[in-house]
């Protein structure tokens, strides 16, 4: 779960705190809602956001790209280690320290990222429902 505190002026500002997990998209979604034509800019703190799994990433890409939709600009800032980490997972890259972050701000990352962790929750969906208890060997 997450807790989302918002500032406008010229600028959405959004501070994250918590998990960004499958439970993140509607308080993700109700950033936007408010938009005026006044703002220009959506800015989104991670700072205090010290998990993420590929549904919060998932809900990160639609507010982003709604965002870009309503001709905000964006820009992701404080990325913790967890969700870099994830992110370079998602998208093959190994070993640590790949500045995921700042290739976060590419939109050819993000629609790599995007199309991989839907792909990885397609597969979640798919197990949790279909495959019966225990079937998964144990790592």
Not at 13 to 23: F, P, R, W
Not at 99 to 125: H, K, M, N, P
């Amino acid at each position: 779960m997450i807790t989302t505190n918002v500032q406008r002026h010229g600028t959405v500002l959004v501070s994250v705190t918590g998990a960004l997990d499958e439970d993140a998209g509607a308080a993700l979604q109700r950033v936007l809602d408010d938009v005026t034509a006044d703002e220009r800019d959506l800015v989104v703190d991670l700072h205090g956001a010290m998990s993420m799994d590929s549904a919060g990433l998932l809900h990160l890409l639609a507010l982003h790209r709604r965002a870009e939709g309503l001709g905000l600009r964006v820009m992701v800032v404080g990325w913790q280690p967890q969700p870099q980490q994830l992110m370079a997972d998602v998208a093959g890259i190994r070993g640590r320290g790949s500045a995921t972050g700042e290739r976060y701000a590419l939109a050819g990352f993000r629609r790599l990222i995007e199309q991989r962790a839907r792909s990885s929750w397609d597969l979640v969906d798919f197990t949790a429902v279909w495959l019966p208890s225990g079937w998964l060997p144990r790592a």
